[in-house]
């Protein structure tokens, strides 16, 4: 860090390449398997300065999902509001997934962390609840929260299986997908 506090190159790239370590190692095991020794070698950074800037594996793996999920709300806070442009907002949200295609991945995965999913969900919950009802405005509370965890854990597995694939389809199509199952039942199923 210099004097005024702030990280220089070196500092960043240490932290750069020990995230990519810690995903890459939880690709293949869950995250309390992993041990600093094995993370550090993986990353060619000494033990000693992973501890510098982090506690422990989980500090780390937080320090991640907090970067991610301050940036995603930066780019939801950007964006009008979903009543606005449903699909725009929508296009948003996937190009920002498939931005943080690998952390997304790993987070979906395997041995990824439900409670990075539950933010995620709890998120996109709060941001979108006004889409729906833009859409319905006489739908009643209760069915609209029935409808919005349904879409929710559809489009958590559209994510997914998306990721998955290798994001053959672009984030245009996937908030086209998305848009299309959701303004084709939504009257149906709340209205």
């Given amino acids: 860090m210099?004097?005024?506090?702030?990280?220089?190159?070196?500092v960043r790239n240490t932290k750069r390449r020990l995230r990519e370590s810690l995903l890459n190692l939880m690709n293949l095991k869950p995250i309390n398997e992993i041990t600093a020794k094995e993370l550090t070698e993986l990353a060619d950074v000494n033990r000693g300065t992973f501890y510098f800037h982090y506690d422990d594996i989980y500090h780390l793996l937080h320090s991640i999902e907090d970067e991610f999920f301050e940036q995603f709300n930066a780019?939801?806070?950007?964006?009008?509001?979903?009543?606005?442009d449903k699909l725009s907002y929508l296009t948003a949200i996937f190009s920002f997934i498939g931005q943080n295609n690998e952390?997304?991945?790993?987070?979906?995965?395997?041995?990824?962390?439900?409670?990075?999913?539950?933010?995620?969900?709890?998120?996109?919950?709060?941001?979108c609840a006004s889409f729906w009802c833009s859409l319905v405005p006489t739908a009643p509370?209760?069915?609209?929260?029935?409808?919005?965890?349904?879409?929710?854990?559809?489009?958590?597995?559209?994510?997914?299986t998306w990721l998955n694939g290798g994001m053959k389809d672009s984030p245009e199509i996937i908030s086209r997908l998305v848009f299309n199952v959701v303004t084709s039942s939504v009257e149906k199923c709340i209205g």
Avoid: W, Y
């Fill in 2 to 10: 210099n004097k005024a506090g702030n990280e220089n190159r070196s």
């Fill in 141 to 160: 509370k209760e069915k609209i929260e029935l409808f919005n965890a349904f879409i929710i854990s559809g489009c958590t597995g559209i994510v997914s």
């Fill in 103 to 127: 952390l997304c991945g790993v987070m979906l995965g395997t041995h990824g962390d439900i409670q990075f999913v539950n933010r995620v969900k709890q998120l996109v919950d709060e941001k």
């Fill in 75 to 84: 780019v939801l806070n950007d964006l009008h509001s979903p009543s606005d």
